[in-house]
């Protein structure tokens, strides 16, 4: 079974400032994962697939990246909307245990 | 605009059963897999089972299998999840999620979007 680990566990920034989450795969998963963001109190959102395809409707300054078994999201101006969790997700279903960003 | 709106949840016995439902709208139900993911109080997220467009195809996590059975009913849009033998370890917000791709299959693909999600909580 692939586990995802992220890192850090909990991020402080602040608005302005470039955000950059990690997720390691316990082995390849090619270019099979993807990034969620949940809100408090709200239902996960898709925000990439595939590492590098941003879903319909996100903001262009979320992008993934990497293959194999480092991956990247990053935030390139952090907005204060985007104060929430990250969750990865192999695309066989398997989730990260999340990243939290939270405003410094 | 695509809607998923769960509902069935609640404080249940453990050993006890409960079944979910999600009424979908929005979209070309028949067309799409739907899947089941919950999320334990202040936890991260588990995919529970997915079933494709014609439920041919089902798909469990390994903690549930064996207790839980999805279904799905395309000419009413909703989609079912049968709870049986509950354990305190099952609760958790339970989220009705539609697949990414057109007929893609039940194992394997993203989730989008999610309903809100409905409750379930096993205790005595």
């Known amino acids: 079974e692939i586990v995802l680990t992220q890192s850090p566990a909990t991020l402080s920034l602040s608005p302005g400032e470039r955000a950059t989450l990690s997720c390691r795969a316990s082995q390849s998963v090619s270019s099979y994962l993807g990034w969620y963001q949940q809100k408090p109190g709200q239902a996960p959102r898709l925000l990439i697939y595939?590492?590098?395809n941003r879903a319909t409707g996100i903001p262009a300054r979320f992008s993934g990246s990497g293959s194999g078994t480092d991956f990247t999201l990053t935030i390139s101006s952090l907005e204060p909307e985007d104060f929430a969790v990250y969750y990865c997700?192999?695309?066989?279903?398997?989730f990260g245990q999340g990243t939290k960003l939270e405003i410094k | 605009e695509v809607q998923l709106v769960e509902s069935g949840g609640g404080l249940v016995q453990p050993g006890r059963s409960l079944r979910l439902s999600c009424a979908a709208s929005?979209?070309?139900?028949?067309?799409?897999?739907m899947h089941w993911v919950r999320q334990a109080p202040g936890k991260g997220l588990e995919w529970v089972s997915g079933?494709?467009?014609?439920?041919?195809?089902?798909a469990y996590a390994d903690s549930v299998k064996g207790r839980f059975t999805i279904s799905r009913d395309n000419a009413k849009n909703s989609l079912y999840l049968q709870m049986n033998s509950l354990r305190a370890e099952d609760t958790a917000l339970y989220y009705c999620?539609?697949?990414?791709?057109?007929?893609?299959?039940?194992?394997?693909?993203?989730?989008?979007?999610w309903g809100q999600g409905t409750l379930v909580t096993v205790s005595s």
């Open positions: 929005g979209f070309t139900f028949d067309d799409y897999s």
């Open positions: 595939d590492a590098s």
């Open positions: 079933i494709s467009w014609n439920s041919g195809n089902l």
């Open positions: 999620a539609k697949d990414f791709e057109v007929r893609g299959p039940p194992d394997d693909n993203w989730f989008d979007p």
């Open positions: 997700q192999h695309r066989r279903h398997t």
